[in-house]
């Protein structure tokens, strides 16, 4: 029961925070709005009095936007650059975000306070920062260890196979060993992020090592609740095709709808980044109640820059503080 | 006695009857088109014996070369196209820096080197030709290559005088990485025999005088040769399915575990065949066509993708070109690592290409299985040089590629529709030379080795398609048929050039349209085949202003007349709307414009197009609220339709789609980063 209550708790603090959600979403669109906008212009600039872009408004043709990016491509391809940097500010936003984030999840109340929010975000910012950075090395080094023998088993193979199938095969189980190996890192940094704040402890690595040892511990757990998380932006990926495939975008209302839904969405991914860490970190407490009602283990255990408490005789890592 | 005589006259009769209908019917088995449907000046007997391990054809030839000069020939040559394989010097390899089409060679064994060796040669009952057989290097005087061979004659070859030539060669196939060769057990032998060029004579295509036009093997150019006919014996092992040029004829069991076929073609250019134990078959028939194709086991679920483009191709040449004469057709799908043996076309065989698991929204089996077809016809039985003459076959046959796709599978969903991402063929062949960085790169009308800073793609296939489609634009699809049709009846199983076919565009052209286009379309071929400018045309502006009446002081007989410039109480107001139409591009065509008027009206006008601007200019109570320049894309070739309209009433709907798509995009980036942490 402990994935149900964690879901569903989760839920519940990330809806209760709508005002820090819709701040999140702000800066989001506020940055975004910098890339856009000299998109809107450039296209109002270049193609604003033709009548040749019109075929594009009932779906897409392939002439049309081939001679536009032929001929006008180079400012719209100078601004795809600046989205992945623009993307990767957010990166640091979003580090800036997690200190304030899990300072109002642990509030009971949940109550939003723009002082407490980006104090604690400013006071974690270069924890954050530093684990964000660790985090982003094991994602490459994963990367590098999954597709260089990947790679090296398709060369080999594409020299002695007949079939094109089994290459395939090869291809797809390589791709989502990668991927659940890729889930499993995001996961550990959750708990991370989590047991870091916790114990307002300065060691980013002890962190991520506490989180790897309890993330393998409850394996299935943690597992399970990420991925049942993770299915509702699946979700809403699909239902917003859906309705782009159904309203279509082929008049000033519809279009209208559209920027609406695709806003409405945005906001909901935002929701769902708190939804993660206020199920997370209820299954963490969840777990670590568990241990301080008599069940003793060496797992679920947090840093603290405390001395280290004794169990059995051995070193504990975990923070007995109440979560 | 008499009773006796008529008896024995009764007996004879019958015999010579039975003998003669054995005869006949042997006869007509082996004859398939009866008049020939070509001259037949190079005609082939041969006999060939594959070792699938030493990836060796051992090979006899027995040739029949007829001279239909006037001149006197003392000289042969032959195109050895394999030893392009034999070494890192070869021309081919030169050019290509080993790699061809996606493929690269595989220098890492022996055995992926291909070559061939003349073992000898002689005029039958005659003269020994083995040791006068010397390379030659018409092309690029490379003396390393190896794929031209000159043969000196000690007895002419008079005019009329067929000579017939015994050779015995053996080819050693490359692994495949161009055309030809092989891959574990799969083979494609391409130009695996001594083939002899072709002999001009004084009046052919641009001969001056009699003359061999036999060129070294090059990596962009394909082949050119006489019709003949061909009966071919080859010997596999029994396990092994044979594909080939032409129509199975005998199938031998041999005691040594291989078996023995025997192909019969007519009429072709080439002799092409394939082997291997993997083949799984699937066949068809349309009308008299028997359809056969050798699959890959992993391939055979799109066995009716192949036969339904070959049916739908088949059914539109028929339809909009000419007829197919043959008999039958063989398509091969090579295995994965031997893809550089993919899409190549031989007269009734041709190599397609697919993949498993290929989404029927990517309709890249179709596109090979009609491009491949169509070499049939533009190469096949229009046997246009392809080394000088590139245009001629892959472009005019992109061209039809183009329709046909479009026809059967969508204008813009020829290529590729999937999960709503949509292209069609004839869209993307413009593309692919309207995006190029440098259109400019060389003109059409280049020798296909000649195109040394690259391009020979972009321009001889994807060029000639887009200007092919703009002559079907200004002309109509009907009066292009009916060129097309004209250029095939009259040079069909002959080698045609360039200048044939202007020829037939100039004589049809006055024929429907008299002088409209000019005295000829020879202004057409200027720009679009022997030049390299582009074509753009743009609507620059539309103005439009109110036409102010008089005001002032005005005399008026011994007086002045006074106006206020006040429109009556009933009077229209008129407004002097202004276009300006511009040609950015060097080519010039003839263009329409559409001018639409704010109540509804619209006019077509037309403009020559040789100016560099061009003004129209109303005065009428409506005003002008858009216009157009070949509204109806007739100029496939125009480089930018971005800029072919202007309206004074610009209706932002699409931007803004795409500006909020845009930004929903953008923020999903930044989420898919942010969310690493």
């Known amino acids: 029961m402990k994935i149900p209550k964690a879901y569903f708790t989760g839920f519940n603090s990330a809806a209760k925070l709508k005002k820090m959600v819709t701040v999140i979403y702000a800066v989001i669109l506020l940055l975004a709005l910098v890339i856009a906008v000299?998109?809107?212009?450039?296209?109002?600039?270049?193609?604003?009095?033709?009548?040749?872009?019109?075929?594009?408004?009932?779906?897409?043709?392939?002439?049309?936007?081939?001679?536009?990016?032929?001929?006008?491509?180079?400012?719209?391809?100078?601004?795809?650059?600046?989205?992945?940097?623009?993307?990767?500010?957010?990166?640091?936003?979003?580090?800036?975000?997690?200190?304030?984030?899990?300072?109002?999840?642990?509030?009971?109340?949940?109550?939003?306070?723009?002082?407490?929010?980006?104090?604690?975000?400013?006071?974690?910012?270069?924890?954050?920062?530093?684990?964000?950075?660790?985090?982003?090395?094991?994602?490459?080094?994963?990367?590098?260890?999954?597709?260089?023998?990947?790679?090296?088993?398709?060369?080999?193979?594409?020299?002695?196979?007949l079939n094109e199938a089994s290459l395939f095969y090869i291809s797809v189980t390589g791709g989502i060993i990668y991927l659940l190996l890729f889930i499993l890192v995001l996961i550990i940094g959750d708990y991370a992020k989590i047991i870091l704040y916790d114990n307002d402890s300065k060691k980013v690595i002890?962190?991520?090592?506490?989180?790897?040892?309890?993330?393998?511990?409850?394996?299935?757990?943690?597992?399970?609740?990420?991925?049942?998380?993770?299915?509702?932006?699946?979700?809403?990926?699909?239902?917003?095709?859906?309705?782009?495939?159904?309203?279509?975008?082929?008049?000033?209302?519809?279009?209208?709808?559209?920027?609406?839904?695709?806003?409405?969405?945005?906001?909901?991914?935002?929701?769902?980044?708190?939804?993660?860490?206020?199920?997370?970190?209820?299954?963490?407490?969840?777990?670590?109640?568990?241990?301080?009602?008599?069940?003793?283990?060496?797992?679920?255990?947090?840093?603290?820059?405390?001395?280290?408490?004794?169990i059995n005789g051995e070193e504990a890592e975990e923070n007995p503080l109440p979560i | 006695m008499k009773q006796h005589c008529k008896y024995s006259i009764l007996v004879y009769l019958i015999a010579t009857f039975f003998m003669l209908a054995i005869l006949s019917s042997t006869a007509f088995s082996q004859q398939l088109f009866n008049p020939p449907l070509s001259?037949?000046?190079?005609?082939?007997?041969?006999?060939?014996?594959?070792?699938?391990?030493?990836?060796?054809?051992?090979?006899?030839?027995?040739?029949?070369?007829?001279?239909?000069?006037?001149?006197?020939?003392?000289?042969?040559?032959?195109?050895?196209?394999?030893?392009?394989?034999?070494?890192?010097?070869?021309?081919?390899?030169?050019?290509?820096?080993?790699?061809?089409?996606?493929?690269?060679?595989?220098?890492?064994?022996?055995?992926?080197?291909?070559?061939?060796?003349?073992?000898?040669?002689?005029?039958?009952?005659?003269?020994?030709?083995?040791?006068?057989?010397?390379?030659?290097?018409?092309?690029?005087?490379?003396?390393?290559?190896?794929?031209?061979?000159?043969?000196?004659?000690?007895?002419?070859?008079?005019?009329?005088?067929?000579?017939?030539?015994?050779?015995?060669?053996?080819?050693?196939?490359?692994?495949?990485?161009?055309r030809s060769g092989f891959s574990?057990?799969?083979?494609?032998?391409?130009?695996?025999?001594?083939?002899?060029?072709?002999?001009?004579?004084?009046?052919?295509?641009?001969?001056?005088?009699?003359?061999?036009?036999?060129?070294?093997?090059?990596?962009?150019?394909?082949?050119?040769?006489?019709?003949?006919?061909?009966?071919?014996?080859?010997?596999?092992?029994?396990?092994?399915?044979?594909?080939?040029?032409?129509?199975?004829?005998?199938?031998?069991?041999?005691?040594?575990?291989?078996?023995?076929?025997?192909?019969?073609?007519?009429?072709?250019?080439?002799?092409?065949?394939?082997?291997?134990?993997?083949?799984?078959?699937?066949?068809?028939?349309?009308?008299?066509?028997?359809?056969?194709?050798?699959?890959?086991?992993?391939?055979?679920?799109?066995?009716?993708?192949?036969?339904?483009?070959?049916?739908?191709?088949?059914?539109?040449?028929?339809?909009?070109?000419?007829?197919?004469?043959?008999p039958n057709l063989t398509i091969v799908d090579p295995p994965l690592r031997a893809g550089g043996s993919g899409g190549m076309e031989y007269p009734t065989f041709f190599t397609a290409g697919c993949l498993w698991g290929m989404p029927e929204g990517i309709k890249y089996t179709e596109l090979v299985v009609v491009h491949e077809f169509g070499h049939n016809y533009f190469m096949g039985m229009l046997a246009t040089n392809e080394f000088e003459e590139a245009w001629m076959d892959e472009g005019f046959n992109t061209y039809y590629e183009a329709r046909i796709m479009d026809h059967y599978y969508g204008k813009n969903t020829s290529a590729i529709n999937l999960f709503g991402f949509q292209v069609g063929d004839g869209e993307f062949m413009r593309d692919s030379y309207t995006g190029m960085t440098n259109p400019k790169i060389a003109p059409d009308f280049n020798y296909s080795w000649q195109y040394k800073d690259g391009g020979y793609s972009a321009i001889t296939y994807s060029k000639t398609y887009t200007w092919m489609a703009t002559l079907e634009g200004l002309l109509g699809q009907k009066v292009m048929d009916e060129i097309m049709q004209a250029y095939f009846e009259r040079w069909k199983f002959r080698h045609p050039c360039g200048k044939d076919f202007i020829a037939v565009v100039n004589e049809i052209v006055h024929k429907e349209y008299g002088n409209k286009f000019g005295e000829n379309m020879n202004w057409f071929f200027d720009d679009v085949l022997y030049g390299t400018n582009i074509c753009d045309y743009k609507l620059n502006n539309i103005s439009v202003s109110r036409v102010e009446k008089e005001q002032g002081a005005y005399d008026s007989g011994s007086g002045k007349k006074y106006y206020t410039g006040d429109y009556g109480k009933?009077?229209?107001?008129?407004?002097?709307?202004?276009?300006?139409?511009?040609?950015?591009?060097?080519?010039?065509?003839?263009?329409?414009?559409?001018?639409?008027f704010d109540n509804g009206k619209e006019i077509l006008e037309n403009w020559d197009g040789k100016g560099r601007t061009y003004d129209l200019i109303y005065n009428r109570p409506e005003k002008v609220v858009w216009a157009k320049v070949d509204p109806y894309n007739k100029i496939t070739m125009d480089v930018n339709r971005i800029n072919n309209s202007y309206t004074t009433a610009p209706d932002n709907t699409v931007v803004n789609k795409y500006f909020t798509k845009f930004l929903f995009w953008v923020e999903n980036i930044m989420l898919a980063l942010a969310s690493l942490f």
């Open chain 1, 38 to 161: 000299p998109f809107h212009s450039a296209l109002l600039n270049q193609a604003g009095n033709t009548m040749e872009l019109q075929p594009l408004l009932k779906q897409f043709n392939f002439t049309v936007y081939a001679d536009f990016m032929n001929s006008y491509g180079k400012i719209v391809k100078a601004l795809i650059p600046a989205a992945i940097w623009m993307g990767m500010f957010y990166f640091l936003f979003t580090v800036f975000f997690t200190g304030g984030i899990l300072n109002i999840l642990k509030d009971e109340n949940h109550k939003f306070s723009a002082v407490n929010f980006f104090s604690e975000c400013g006071k974690y910012f270069f924890r954050y920062l530093r684990m964000g950075i660790y985090l982003l090395i094991v994602q490459i080094l994963i990367g590098v260890i999954v597709f260089l023998p990947l790679s090296l088993i398709i060369a080999s193979n594409y020299e002695t196979t």
């Open chain 1, 206 to 310: 002890k962190s991520i090592y506490t989180a790897f040892k309890f993330t393998f511990r409850h394996l299935f757990g943690t597992y399970l609740l990420y991925i049942l998380i993770l299915a509702v932006p699946v979700l809403l990926f699909a239902v917003y095709f859906w309705l782009d495939s159904a309203l279509g975008m082929v008049s000033g209302f519809t279009i209208f709808i559209m920027f609406l839904i695709q806003q409405v969405f945005i906001w909901l991914r935002v929701l769902v980044k708190v939804w993660f860490l206020g199920s997370e970190l209820t299954f963490y407490g969840l777990i670590n109640v568990i241990v301080k009602t008599g069940h003793p283990s060496r797992h679920d255990l947090a840093v603290t820059d405390a001395p280290s408490l004794q």
């Open chain 2, 39 to 178: 001259d037949r000046i190079a005609s082939y007997d041969m006999s060939a014996k594959l070792n699938p391990d030493k990836k060796v054809i051992t090979g006899t030839e027995t040739l029949y070369w007829k001279n239909t000069s006037t001149d006197k020939i003392s000289e042969l040559q032959f195109h050895l196209y394999l030893n392009a394989f034999k070494n890192t010097k070869s021309t081919f390899i030169q050019e290509s820096n080993g790699r061809l089409r996606e493929d690269e060679i595989d220098e890492s064994s022996d055995l992926n080197w291909g070559y061939i060796d003349v073992q000898s040669m002689k005029v039958k009952d005659g003269e020994d030709l083995t040791g006068k057989i010397k390379y030659i290097q018409p092309d690029d005087n490379n003396k390393d290559d190896q794929t031209v061979i000159s043969v000196s004659l000690q007895k002419p070859v008079l005019p009329g005088q067929t000579i017939t030539l015994q050779i015995k060669f053996v080819s050693k196939l490359p692994k495949v990485f161009a």
């Open chain 2, 184 to 326: 574990d057990n799969y083979f494609l032998a391409g130009q695996w025999f001594p083939k002899i060029g072709v002999y001009e004579k004084a009046g052919d295509r641009y001969a001056v005088k009699g003359q061999w036009n036999c060129h070294q093997y090059h990596a962009n150019s394909e082949f050119y040769a006489d019709f003949g006919i061909y009966n071919v014996n080859i010997t596999v092992p029994k396990s092994f399915k044979v594909g080939a040029v032409g129509v199975l004829q005998n199938e031998i069991q041999n005691n040594d575990g291989t078996k023995t076929l025997t192909f019969h073609a007519e009429d072709v250019i080439d002799f092409a065949w394939t082997a291997s134990p993997r083949f799984k078959i699937a066949e068809a028939k349309w009308h008299n066509v028997k359809i056969k194709v050798l699959l890959q086991p992993e391939h055979y679920s799109q066995a009716s993708r192949h036969i339904n483009s070959a049916i739908n191709t088949l059914e539109y040449f028929d339809k909009y070109l000419g007829k197919y004469p043959y």
């Open chain 2, 570 to 596: 009933n009077e229209k107001r008129i407004y002097n709307s202004k276009i300006i139409i511009s040609r950015p591009g060097e080519v010039i065509m003839p263009v329409e414009i559409l001018v639409h």
